[in-house]
């Protein structure tokens, strides 16, 4: 599966109440842009009206997949930054009307896919109507699925100077929620573990340690926004979790043979 066939097919209109968009606090920041060049190539990955999105939702082993054939370019990522949405927040994670998660109860899996690929088909038309941004952080992760945002092969608009360069820039990962109170619930901390430890594996360009900038992880906090990714999540905390998704990435092979 590759990005072109990806990109595009859920740009629909949203249909979202307007309480969805009350204070989108982590969008309405124009230093994230830094110095990132808007060059979306016409005719390329679904034209220039379409911009950097994709919109789709994984499960785990999807992504695994998925990156292990993605082509990053002749420049890949080379370090991580850490965001969380603050709003939309999540029952879990309030800080208002837990927008991404409510109204669930009585859907099936499919439907609640349907109802948030809506929701970030919503975040990326705010982005790019209101925002004038042709691009995004890379990846949103919640407690079911890892969202595929702008396409990891594009530097990505996110952490102001913390975007890194053209050449030399960082994978942005939104965990949906408000994180100031509470740490990531355990399905999520399975899910960021396993997409940071996927990526580590396929790029070899970074180490779990925190260091701004090439080569580690670092955070929102270490560039523009001391709230982001939220109080909870310290650095000791998101190296630990990490690091479990890395171990367990690695032992699967052996975890599989017991019962
Ligand atoms: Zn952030």
New binding site residues.
Partial sequence: MTDETLLGQAASEPELPATFFEGLL?FTDADDVGPVQFATPSGVLGGSSSGLYIGKGFIADEFTTYVQSYNFGPKPPTFIVL?HTSLPDTKHARLRHASWDSGEEKLSNAQIYAKRQKQLNGIWNYYRRQLGWDRGPHLFIDERWIWLFTPMYYQGI??AEGNGTTYNYSIGIEVVGHYDRVTWPPQIEALVGHAVAVLKRQLGSFELKHQRFAGGVSS?RDYN?PS??GAAITEEYYLRVLREGWDRLNNKGLSRSVP
């Fill in positions: 982590p965001h996110h952490a929102h926004k982001c990714p």
